[in-house]
């Protein structure tokens, strides 16, 4: 089953809308999440990388005030696309590493979430 | 600095046919290399995964990749498509710098034929 769990699936709105989207880590803690976007029949871009209790590391060229991370606990992290426009639609996937981030522990992925602004 | 190009962008083969997705890797440290799939409007699934121990990986449903440092590829076979392969299939790179960061390839199409 799912390890890590992503909610909504799918979000249509407005624009100027902001949206929240969760990422949670079912049966392990995870003191380090990672935000990717995907566009259509594109590969996955690394956002932001999520801390539990620190700020989170963006990416070159991704907005922080744009795209809001917030990590509050070990099994959660929320990404907040505040005051979306069409161009942010896009397909919105998280991923957690089970045993910390290093490099030799395999990411779980969360099922994504598809973002529609009108 | 670390970088993951995967061959082609698609692959069409016969059910009951052997799959071959290619992908070569560069980095500047011992790389962990990985093989996800990602079926339509879903996360990724991890096929299996390569962190210095055996050259020869055996993964989930069938699938296999070799590391190769000679030739820096980590190409993904399966003996006999199913249909259920089709699907986007992903060539990740990692290794001890980028902290959990990973490095995906450009993805390669699958798509199986009757």
């Known amino acids: 089953g799912a390890v890590v769990s992503q909610h909504p699936s799918w979000v249509i709105c407005k624009s100027g809308t902001s949206v929240k989207i969760e990422c949670r880590s079912l049966d392990f803690q995870a003191t380090t999440m990672f935000w990717y976007r995907q566009f259509p029949k594109q590969s996955l871009m690394l956002m932001a990388t999520s801390n539990e209790g620190s700020k989170a590391t963006y990416e070159q060229g991704v907005e922080k005030d744009k795209f809001l991370i917030n990590h509050a606990s070990l099994t959660l992290s929320t990404l907040t696309v505040t005051s979306a426009h069409p161009e942010d639609s896009s397909f919105y996937i998280c991923s957690a590493p089970r045993g910390g981030g290093t490099a030799y522990q395999p990411q779980h992925f969360g099922d994504g979430t598809r973002l529609s602004i009108l | 600095a670390q970088s993951v190009t995967q061959l082609d962008s698609h692959v069409s083969v016969s059910e009951g046919t052997p799959v071959l997705l290619r992908c070569n890797y560069s980095s500047s440290y011992s790389p962990s290399l990985f093989w996800y799939v990602q079926h339509p409007n879903k996360g990724l699934q991890l096929l299996l995964k390569?962190?210095?121990?055996?050259?020869l990986v055996k993964g989930i449903n069938g699938f296999e990749a070799e590391f190769k440092k000679s030739e820096t590829s980590f190409h993904l076979t399966k003996p006999s498509a199913h249909m259920s392969d089709a699907a986007e299939y992903f060539c990740?790179?990692?290794?001890?710098?980028?902290?959990?960061?990973?490095?995906f390839g450009q993805g390669t199409i699958l798509t199986v034929h009757p």
């Open positions: 390569y962190t210095s121990a055996a050259t």
């Open positions: 990740v790179v990692s290794d001890w710098t980028s902290y959990g960061k990973l490095t």
